[in-house]
């Protein structure tokens, strides 16, 4: 809320157009996905930083709603289908397969995923926003990444021993990059991708309810935030372990604080959380998935240990990755 009781705004404020160009406001502070992995580290160590995630999780839950009404029926300036499932996930299980040396996958495999697929296509009713929590902005000029951890550590210690709960209502918050609403979704993706991301995962209640914002407009539908579950997890999962095995040392920095490994081992027990009937539908993709956490667990301390082989490939690609693209990149050299 604003000053005047107002709801904070969904997305940076368009100050301008021309052509092609939009011009927003900047938005200094940090991403939700950071402060909650600072906050995680108990700063002050007055053990008041859980119930402070959990709040803002709770607002950023309410925003995602907000944003799922507003997007509900939109069909974008050329219409829009649903997002290319089977393509997708083929083709990263054939990439980490091959990486992991498993075997490709069977003919099984291949039908289930078509079925996946025509699930997807029959329940895949919402433009995706990608509400990761690496998409959320909470605005506060002393969060800013150029402070780097350390500074925004004493900041929070500091807040947190001295600010009531109720003050974290006060710290804006907006979203960026909506660059995925192309394609279409289940409605369960988004919440999934904000409150069950590894950083978020332990302060959620684990239902079918918890990630169904709008009940009233699509119901409960513990099979379909299953699948949901299935897809948002293999790509999360997927891209970081890929990362890992392909180029190494780009993982090191981009992914720094993220592990791929409890996307493919703890998925079997999460999905039938949602939706026991789930191993019945998809065996041999659970199978799969859970083969490619415990061939990665095999051989992950010694990655960093291998050429990278992105960089012997393209011996001259420079590495750096920042939190923020107002942070200077790193000099040559």
């Known amino acids: 809320m604003d000053a005047f009781g107002r709801p904070d705004p969904l997305v940076p404020r368009l100050l ?82 091959r990486s992991l040396d498993l075997a490709e996958p069977s003919p099984e495999l291949r039908l289930e995923l078509r079925a996946l697929q025509h699930d997807w296509r029959h329940w895949a009713v919402l433009p995706f926003r990608d509400a990761t929590s690496k998409n959320v902005l909470v605005l506060h000029p002393d ?82 935030a299953s699948l949901g579950l299935i897809v948002r997890w293999f790509r999360f999962g997927g891209r970081k372990l890929a990362y890992r095995l392909v180029h190494p040392q780009a993982s090191l920095q981009r992914f720094r604080h993220d592990d791929p490994l409890p996307y493919f081992t703890t998925l079997r027990s999460h999905a039938n959380g949602l939706d026991p009937g789930l191993e019945l539908r998809y065996p041999h993709l659970l199978e799969r998935l859970e083969a490619i956490g415990e061939a990665y667990r095999r051989i992950r301390a010694h990655l960093p240990l291998q050429p990278d082989p992105f960089l012997l490939r393209f011996p001259g690609a ?8 107002l942070q200077p990149a790193p000099a040559d050299g």
Do not use: N
């Open 318 to 325: 420079r590495i750096h990755w920042r939190e923020s693209p």
């Open 16 to 97: 301008g157009c021309s052509g092609s160009y939009l011009w927003l406001e900047r938005c200094r502070g940090i991403r939700l996905y950071d402060l909650v992995r600072l906050l995680q580290q108990d700063p002050g160590g007055c053990g008041s930083a859980d119930a402070v995630i959990r709040l803002l999780l709770a607002r950023s839950r309410q925003r995602l709603q907000r944003l799922q009404r507003h997007l509900d029926g939109w069909q974008g300036p050329a219409g829009l289908h649903p997002y290319p499932l089977a393509r997708k996930l083929a083709g990263l299980l054939r990439l980490l397969s």
């Open 143 to 224: 969060l800013d990444p150029s402070h780097g951890d350390r500074r925004r550590l004493d900041w929070l210690a500091h807040r947190l021993h001295t600010a009531p709960l109720e003050s974290w209502h006060d710290l804006p918050m907006r979203d960026v990059d909506f660059s995925s609403l192309l394609h279409t979704t289940v409605p369960e993706d988004d919440p999934i991708s904000l409150l069950a991301h590894q950083r978020t995962l332990p302060f959620v209640r684990w239902s079918p309810e918890s990630f169904s914002l709008l009940p009233e407009r699509f119901g409960i539908h513990p099979a379909r």
